[in-house]
């Protein structure tokens, strides 16, 4: 792995208190990585510092090689943000916004063809303020894309967006990554970092709590395999609590839900069949990274 972004050790307080706590990763060339983390746990700091519109207390970041801190103007040409809450002037049209941001860059992409790669053209001449939510994520990570940087900062991308925008975003964010540049995504969403995250690192009141790939953080947390199931007679609480590798057993309405490993899932099988017990509706299924989340922190994101 060609280590792209490289942070050490990083810290930064306000007001006396730690919101970065000695936080350190790297990310490799050509990686989708992932913060996530709930509300306050230090993510947007962290991806400011790192795109040096923040000055850490403390460690050490690398960017291409380059220390934000001191070689901002250089690290805006490798790195592109889209952060938090971007708002443009409400009456710049998708083209003059991509013109002008081009304007800014000695070497920036074909704007044209930026915008097609992103299904802009259409509406190249559409008003900022007319633009849907969607629209607007995808004109962003344009802006982001124009100085054809080696590294883009995706800070919260799908926030607001309906089930269909984020989908259509996330596929967009995919072709990114298709292209060669690395992706650093921050984001509240499980299903988003489940689904595009290589690597992901959890981060909770500004420490890394976990970082892994998203199968190895669900792997690594108790209950990586889940069961539910409606016992035609009722089970024995002790015969459940007796099952091998259980993490957690809940009941509602008459269904049972185990979670385990699959060592779990064939005990329940023999424990069925041994007290002639039909499961309706049996459901074995993978745990999701939120149950991984809740598991690893104890918290909810
Ligand atoms: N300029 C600032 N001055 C004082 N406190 C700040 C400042 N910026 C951030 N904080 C505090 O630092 C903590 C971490 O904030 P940060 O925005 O990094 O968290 P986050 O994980 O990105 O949260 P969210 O998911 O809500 O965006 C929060 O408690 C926040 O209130």
Not at 182 to 188: A, F, G, I, N, S
Not at 277 to 300: M, S
């Amino acid at each position: 792995m060609n280590p792209v972004v490289e942070v050490s050790d990083l810290r930064k307080s306000y007001g006396g208190r730690a919101v970065v706590d000695g936080v350190s990763f790297t990310i490799g060339e050509g990686e989708i990585f992932g913060i996530l983390g709930p509300n306050g746990a230090g993510k947007t700091t962290t991806v400011e510092c790192i795109s040096g519109l923040r000055v850490p207390d403390g460690g050490q970041i690398r960017v291409a090689g380059l220390d934000p801190a001191h070689d901002r103007e250089a690290v805006t040409r490798v790195l592109g943000s889209q952060l938090q809450e971007s708002e443009l002037q409400a009456k710049l049209t998708v083209q003059e916004a991509l013109e002008l941001y081009a304007a800014f860059y000695p070497n920036p992409a074909d704007w044209r063809a930026l915008a097609e790669r992103l299904g802009l053209t259409s509406m190249l001449k559409k008003r900022f303020g007319t633009l849907s939510g969607g629209q607007k994520q995808r004109l962003f990570i344009a802006l982001a894309l124009i100085g054809n940087p080696k590294i883009v900062v995706l800070d919260e991308l799908t926030t607001g967006l309906d089930p269909r925008a984020r989908r259509d975003t996330w596929e967009v964010v995919e072709d990114v990554r298709a292209s060669g540049v690395t992706v650093l995504l921050v984001t509240h969403f499980m299903e988003e970092a489940q689904r595009l995250c290589d690597r992901i690192a959890l981060i909770d009141q500004g420490r890394i709590t976990a970082l892994d790939t998203p199968q190895g953080l669900i792997a690594r947390s108790a209950g990586s395999t889940v069961i539910s199931f409606t016992p035609s007679t009722p089970i024995d609480d002790e015969e459940l609590a007796a099952l091998p590798a259980l993490a957690s057993v809940e009941h509602k309405n008459g269904r049972i839900t185990l979670s385990g490993t699959d060592e779990t899932v064939n005990a329940v099988i023999s424990l069925l069949a041994r007290n002639h017990i039909t499961a309706h509706q049996l459901r074995v299924t993978d745990a999701t990274l939120d149950d991984a989340f809740l598991n690893l922190t104890g918290a909810t994101s």
